[in-house]
């Protein structure tokens, strides 16, 4: 075949797949407002538990009782010490990384103002992008230093300690801010994976594959004609959950557009790299919609940091949760949604998801084969 | 019943100039499953070949080595010349193929089925129109229905077209006319015949006898292997008794009773009549037909009729599965 008469086929096959799509109206119907439902329905969080966590320490001159206080936090197995700055602005590039979660700021001179009885003003600065874990945090870091203010010897009743809360990123508190990227990963991975897995399985039980292999179609050419408008319609619903977040529940979008589209296209065709994977190595509908569905969805919701924090799974699943791509794709959509981050805080998990685009292409071509068996 | 008479084996295979296909002594298993065993034969330019069999015969695999789909375990195939194993993509683009299921999309019309094939074997409707138009034109009124909406009869057709609309050199349909009536059947063999008269090389499968008698020649297949490759007629005649056509009621016990007749060969059901074979080859017909008579009337059949008959295909099938059981 010509070149001209290789894309009038490809383009014939896209054409061809747009009109299932289109015709299939119920299904159709489900996939564009899949998107808003859900927004609506994980309106509501999950409480969790969190270890582990990571904590700063902004403390510009130490005495005995900074260090005091300092030395409780390294006492509990709940906080990790991961940095010791001298200034607030310092603490600035910690949290945009995600390095720091939970940062105390101790005030000049807090060993004097407590001896002299006038009040010590501590600040503690939590990073609650994810509420639910946001508030857990507060609440046991508020604990820590309760305690140490317990402990201190000859404490005088003039003494007041207030720890100062203050919310980055995420200041009211909304669960569905959360939730908004969590969904868009969800949608993303169900029309990418599951929908093209469904539809090239359902050419294998038609009969008409055969008649795709026979024809002097390439693969490559098959699966771009299947994946192509697929990749269209998942497009349609990141912008209608964005959308969709901003009018009901006035979600921020702090960050690029265009940065969030394109990770959302990096993301999609890794589902439909591994949606073409799944119908090559099963032989029904059922048999897909099943693997997609163990393979795909419930490790997108339950391993992905969606709904448990992957801080608190059991250390097993912490390890398993780094293969799955939601993992990574909902640190990018909560950091360019809800903190403004740019490529270049988030070329890590751009980088992990190009790597497995890369190996499950590697795979899924390998494994959709020209021939039958 | 006497020992069985040994029914004629095959000529070795001769590979006529220029055949479009050539198949030598291929064997493909599934597993513990043997789907073609030591199968050869070869297809003569312009042939209505015929692959006829039960269910499992071996004969959707045989395709599906032919249009280069699976790869067999042993032996050698070549379609147009070419080596179904090696020359993949020279084979694909020139051969027609309609396989067992009903493979169109039911939820495109009848124009854009056909329409999109062509785009995929890298050609239009208009430009193959001329040669699928006797067929075509016949489901053309209903070009805007959805294919999923048709009757058995018009799928067939619109499945024929769409697998001729790129002016193929050979066509492979594998059962096309199961699942559809009896008119649509004939005449969709009509139509085989319009095509092989054009020229084209058509290879075909079929459980039913009455359409493998339409082939020029046939090769019969039972749990992947072939048990004859000739002519209809000509494997018709290839039976080795004589063979009678009995009526009478009640069929159980007309059944029983020719069973029980002491030169009874073999005795099938053939729709309402039953095929007796006699196993005494040079007794007299007449004698025969008065000898039965006599015999199921002794055993209460008194409404019974019986006459020689010519051997069909179908009689010859049965004995070599037989054969090929024993």
Same mark, same amino acid.
């Given at each position: ?373 | ?17 220029? %055949?479009? *296909? ?10 513990? +499953?043997?789907?073609? !065993? =030591? #199968? @050869? ?121 769409? %697998?001729? *609309? ?10 096309? +006319?199961?699942?559809? !009536? =009896? #008119? @649509? ?121 019986? %006459? ?17 059981? =024993?």
């Amino acid at each position: 075949m010509r070149v001209r008469d290789r894309l009038q086929a490809l383009r014939a096959f896209v054409t061809k797949e747009a009109r299932h799509i289109l015709r299939d109206r119920q299904t159709l119907t489900i996939l564009l407002l899949m998107p808003l439902a859900q927004v609506v329905l994980f309106g509501f969080a999950i409480r969790t538990d969190v270890n582990e966590i990571r904590f700063a320490v902004v403390d510009p001159a130490p005495d005995a009782a900074s260090l005091g206080l300092r030395a409780r936090f390294a006492g509990t197995d709940r906080f990790r010490t991961v940095a010791t700055v001298p200034t607030v602005a310092a603490l600035e590039p910690l949290f945009r990384r995600g390095d720091v979660e939970v940062a105390l700021v101790v005030p000049r001179g807090l060993g004097d103002a407590l001896r002299d009885g006038t009040p010590a003003r501590l600040q503690l600065i939590t990073d609650a992008s994810n509420p639910n874990t946001g508030t857990t945090m507060q609440t046991y870091a508020g604990a820590v230093i309760q305690q140490w203010q317990a402990g201190l010897p000859g404490t005088r009743g003039a003494v007041r300690i207030e720890p100062q809360v203050r919310m980055r990123f995420n200041p009211t508190l909304e669960s569905v801010n959360l939730f908004v990227p969590g969904l868009i990963a969800l949608v993303l991975t169900l029309v990418s994976a599951q929908m093209t897995a469904i539809s090239l399985s359902r050419e294998k039980e038609r009969g008409t594959m055969e008649i795709l292999l026979v024809s002097p179609l390439h693969p490559w050419q098959i699966i771009l004609g299947k994946v192509a408008p697929y990749l269209l319609l998942a497009f349609a619903n990141v912008v209608t959950a964005l959308v969709a977040a901003w009018l009901v529940f006035d979600v921020p979008f702090r960050g690029s557009l265009v940065l969030l589209l394109a990770a959302s296209t990096l993301y999609a065709l890794v589902g439909l790299a591994l949606g073409v994977f799944i119908a090559a190595v099963t032989d029904s509908q059922r048999a897909a919609m099943t693997g997609s569905m163990l393979g795909t969805m419930l490790p997108s919701t339950l391993l992905s940091g969606m709904i448990f924090p992957i801080a608190s799974l059991p250390l097993p699943l912490q390890v398993l949760s780094n293969i799955v791509p939601a993992r990574w794709f909902i640190v990018i959509v909560r950091g360019v949604m809800l903190k403004g981050a740019g490529v270049v805080h988030l070329w890590q998990e751009l980088a992990v998801l190009t790597l497995m685009l890369v190996v499950l292409l590697a795979v899924a071509t390998r494994s959709f084969k020209a021939r039958l068996a | 019943m006497s020992a069985p008479a040994v029914i004629a084996p095959d000529a070795p295979l001769v590979v006529p100039d220029g %055949a479009p *296909v050539v198949v030598r002594g291929l064997r493909k298993t599934f597993g513990a +499953t043997v789907a073609l !065993d =030591a #199968v @050869s034969f070869a297809v003569a330019p312009g042939e209505l070949f015929g692959l006829v069999g039960p269910d499992g015969g071996g004969k959707t695999t045989l395709f599906r080595i032919l249009t280069t789909l699976l790869v067999p375990e042993a032996g050698t195939a070549t379609v147009l010349g070419r080596d179904v194993v090696q020359d993949l993509w020279g084979i694909r683009s020139r051969v027609g193929y309609m396989p067992g299921r009903f493979s169109l999309y039911p939820d495109l019309s009848v124009e854009e089925n056909l329409r999109f094939f062509a785009s995929v074997f890298g050609t239009t409707l208009a430009a193959g129109y001329d040669l699928i138009a006797p067929i075509y034109r016949q489901i053309e009124p209903f070009k805007d229905r959805r294919a999923g909406a048709l009757s058995g009869g018009m799928k067939q057709k619109l499945a024929l077209s769409c %697998a001729l *609309v790129h002016r193929p050199e050979i066509l492979f349909l594998d059962e096309p +006319t199961t699942g559809v !009536d =009896a #008119v @649509s059947r004939r005449e969709f063999w009509d139509l085989l015949d319009e095509l092989r008269r054009s020229g084209l090389t058509i290879v075909v499968s079929t459980p039913y006898m009455d359409e493998a008698a339409r082939c020029q020649r046939v090769a019969l297949m039972q749990k992947g292997r072939v048990l004859a490759i000739d002519a209809p007629d000509a494997i018709g005649s290839r039976y080795p008794r004589p063979l009678f056509a009995v009526h009478g009621l009640p069929r159980h016990a007309l059944i029983e009773a020719l069973r029980a007749f002491p030169h009874a060969a073999s005795v099938q059901p053939f729709g309402d009549t039953l095929h007796y074979a006699d196993a005494r080859s040079t007794h007299p017909a007449d004698a025969v037909v008065a000898e039965l008579l006599a015999w199921v009337r002794g055993r209460g059949i008194t409404e019974a009729w019986a %006459a020689p008959i010519a051997p069909g295909i179908e009689d010859t099938f049965i004995a070599l599965m037989g054969e090929a059981a =024993a």
